[in-house]
């Protein structure tokens, strides 16, 4: 069998290990040799810029406020006041008269007026009360008139405007003395409808003092607006 000569390690098989030691070195992936310091660059800092603060827009709030008024008073929507209805005329407001007679043999019809005097309006609705009174004392003669119909609508007076009731006087001629027992009056005692202070009014006449005539001698009718016939 034949044997290989022994490589010899001259120069040259030195050379070569040396060289393929550098070789490998350089290969290395980045292997840090013993005793040697690899400078690792400084990582590259990029300026931040301060972000921007940011501000909230102030909160509006859901009232709105008027402009003031002239006077510096927080204007306020104008409402109509409501209009008060004119209140009841009172015998006070009121004054009172007869028209002139007009009617047949057995009855005359006066209007009897209602002015108003006071100033302001009233309303006046109704029936007033009648009846005839005689003495110094002013005592009641006879029944109270009696009130014929229906009572009217309302009826407003302004200042110095007149409403009227007409009102029958039964001649006294038409009753037997015996029955009517015939008195002197002075005149009428009047209440405004709806009012319990009474106003005179003189009228002189004969009257009947029995309050259980047959018959009204005296009759009423509800107010109407006006002075009534003339």
Known sequence: MAHRPARRSGPFGTCAVA??????????????????????????????????????????????????????????PETPEPQANPRLCTSGDLKLSLGPASGAAGTIWRPLRFANVSGAPCEIQGFPGVSYVAGDDGHQVGAAAYREGTEGAVVTLAAGDTAYAAVGFTQVGNYDPADCRPTNVRGLRVYPPQETNSKFVPYKRTGCANEKLRSHQLRVRTMQPGNGPT
């Open 19 to 76: 060289i393929m030691a550098v070789l490998l070195a350089g290969c290395g992936g980045g292997e840090q040799l013993p005793g040697s310091e690899q400078e690792t660059p400084s990582p590259t800092t990029t300026p931040t810029s301060p972000s921007p603060t940011t501000t909230s827009p102030p909160t509006e709030t859901s009232t709105t406020t008027a402009p003031p008024s002239p006077s510096g008073t927080k204007a306020e």
